[in-house]
């Protein structure tokens, strides 16, 4: 079973909407991390969350970590064509170094 | 240059050939992973380095897999006798430490015929 699920699976949107894209665990999460990816590129890291109840912005893109740290969502305000793209959370889970990622939502954003 | 870099981009090889996967970490990055990406399959960790050790190797998917690292920089992931089944796009990342950000290189595309 996924450790870590993302939904939705995909979105498309219209120039200028909001949109959340969430990723939950069933277990606690020792640090959550945001990536973004476009075709054939490697990730680009957006945002790391550690703390319950942490909520980081940068630009229009807001992540928040939940109380009981096991949920994050991912929240773009007034979404442009630019935010295109695969959105996928990675996750440190305690008891190993590396992170264990979501399979990604797809991103696409219509002029 | 200031990002992972990784080589070949793209690798096109037969089944049953050797192939050489090679990463280049940020300067300074002292862990080093690899992962594997397939289509609908996600992100698939393979190992993860901190120095020119390999603590974690829990993810290579049988004995044909091997990496290595060597002077805590340079990467090579090793597949023998390639299969079909190993076709995805091969990403390598690197962090100042496994509790820093990861940053990822734009990962070798293998495809085996």
């Known amino acids: 079973s996924q450790e870590l699920e993302q939904s939705p699976q995909s979105l498309i949107v219209q120039e200028g909407k909001n949109l959340t894209i969430n990723c939950t665990s069933s277990k606690t999460l020792y640090g959550l991390y945001w990536y973004k990816q476009k075709y054939g590129e490697g990730l680009i890291f957006l945002m790391m969350?550690?703390?319950?109840?942490e909520e980081k912005s940068h630009e229009k893109i807001t992540a928040k970590l939940d109380e009981k740290k096991q949920q994050s969502s991912l929240h773009i305000t007034a979404s442009q064509p630019s935010h295109a793209g695969i959105y996928l959370c990675?996750?440190?889970?305690?008891?190993?170094?590396?992170?264990?990622f979501g399979k990604g939502t797809k991103l696409t954003v219509n002029p | 240059g200031a990002g992972v870099s990784q080589s070949p981009s793209n690798k096109v090889t037969e089944k049953g050939k050797d192939v050489e996967l090679r990463c280049d970490p940020i300067s300074g990055h002292t862990a080093l992973y690899w992962y594997r990406q397939s289509l609908g399959q996600g992100l698939e960790f393979l190992i993860y380095?901190?120095?020119?050790?390999?603590?974690?190797k829990s993810g290579l998917p049988s004995d044909r897999f091997s990496a290595e690292r060597t002077g805590g920089s340079v990467s090579t992931l090793t597949i023998q006798r390639t299969q079909q089944e190993d076709s995805a796009v091969y990403l390598c990342?690197?962090?100042?430490?496994?509790?820093?950000?990861?940053?990822f290189g734009n990962g070798t595309r293998l495809t085996v015929t």
């Open positions: 990675g996750a440190d889970m305690g008891g190993s170094e590396k992170l264990v």
């Open positions: 380095f901190q120095g020119n050790s390999a603590p974690d």
């Open positions: 990342a690197s962090s100042w430490d496994p509790a820093s950000p990861l940053h």
């Open positions: 969350l550690q703390k319950g109840g």
